[in-house]
């Protein structure tokens, strides 16, 4: 009779103490002000695109979550971009906006991210919205206007109270034109 005592009061025991502690978390964890938490969002997409248009490359990075399951893919008309690893993303994106450019000045570019959906979920997030790009850009002597937008969707982190891009997918919705 013990025994059969002992097998009910164990699974008994057991339930309440996963009960006990599912409330104690959930009392302890303030409640997520979604609102709040889209418009940080929004000040961390637009801080990785200023820096993005001003070829600031520590800014840029630093907006990312150094991880390796980091990614961009990218697709327009002229083809496929794809990189994956923080460590790679880096190297790339130092190369391509070194700290000391002693070339040709960079064309301006100008980033307007807008039409946003956002969804939140804790300390994980997806961002969809479209970039109007604005800029001139000069190839063997021939200008090209590129005024075009993209599709972006981004997936975000947050560390440390700051929410960090995981993975970029944009498709570029125009192409380039000759003026």
Known sequence: MKSKFIHLLIPFALCIWIVSCQTQANETKPP?????????IK???TTLTTAHANSDADAWLGQWVPEPYVFISAADSGGHFF?????????????????NY????RPRVTLEPYDFFIRVCDTMATAEFKIKWEGKMTIDDSVFVRNWETYENYSMEKRSDDWKVASISA??????QRE
């Open 83 to 99: 990189v994956k690893n923080y460590d790679t993303l880096a190297a790339l994106y130092n190369r391509f906006w070194p700290k």
């Open 102 to 105: 002693d070339g040709p000045p």
């Open 171 to 176: 498709v570029g919705l125009t192409s380039y």
């Open 32 to 40: 997520v002000d979604v609102n709040q938490e889209k418009e940080l």
């Open 43 to 45: 000040t961390a997409i």
